[in-house]
């Protein structure tokens, strides 16, 4: 890929489409995008399977339905069992942080003094080129 003052070597069938900044060339390696490649060609068939799934399941639930547990589950909810007791890695908990890993929110997170800090890489983080 060239343009933008960055050579990337693609694997066969893989095109990136989105704007490439200097160091992007030193996570975008040749054996890393053909890892993402072979993964999404691999998973590609259940990966749609799921989403026709969920696309259903979303219809189902447009049209009224309410969501349930699984029928197939109905003998663990019925039994009688409990847990031992709080592990103690969890009993103290204090203060949890949990926020995007911008690098301000990580600096503030390891200053805090919380005893622990979720980095939500996910849902607090835009799913851009740049983050």
């Known amino acids: 890929m060239t343009g933008t003052g960055i050579e990337l070597k693609l694997p066969s069938g893989v095109e990136i489409t989105g704007a490439l900044k200097p160091g992007y060339e030193t996570i975008l390696t040749h ?3 053909a890892l993402i490649a072979s993964l999404a060609r691999g998973f590609e068939p259940r990966r ?3 989403m ?4 259903n399941r979303q219809q189902t639930l447009d049209a009224g339905a309410l969501p349930d547990f699984l029928p197939e589950t109905a003998d663990l909810r019925e039994s009688d069992w409990t847990i031992r007791g709080i592990p103690g ?4 908990r204090r203060v949890e942080i949990t926020g995007p890993t911008t690098r301000k929110m990580v600096i503030n ?6 005893s ?5 890489c996910e849902d607090a983080l835009s799913p851009t080129w740049e983050n």
């Open 31 to 33: 054996d890393a995008l």
């Open 48 to 50: 749609r399977q799921l």
């Open 89 to 92: 890695d969890l009993s103290d």
């Open 52 to 55: 026709d799934i969920r696309t």
């Open 116 to 120: 622990c800090f979720m980095a939500d």
């Open 109 to 114: 997170a390891l200053n805090c003094g919380a």
